[in-house]
């Protein structure tokens, strides 16, 4: 159900049958293991630069706590 993802192999999401509250909340926390930046449209590399940024902003942080 990823709009973008153009028959990328091994990427997908699969919807549960209908069922109780607590089935679909164990579909979430085993299923959807992680996300993707094709399931946005994105480029594969886009993760490296959030990553990357995110890294950066952190360390700044950290630099400027330091006495």
Do not use: W
Request: charged share 25%; hydrophobic share 30%; net charge positive.
């Amino acid at each position: 159900m990823f709009p973008f993802c153009g028959g990328k192999k091994g990427l997908g999401f699969k919807c549960p049958s209908p069922t109780g509250f607590d089935k679909y909340l164990d579909h979430v926390k085993k299923g959807l293991k992680e996300e993707t930046p094709l399931a946005y449209g994105l480029h594969p590399n886009a993760e490296i630069d959030f990553r990357t940024e995110q890294c950066n902003r952190i360390f700044s942080s950290l630099n400027e706590l330091m006495p």
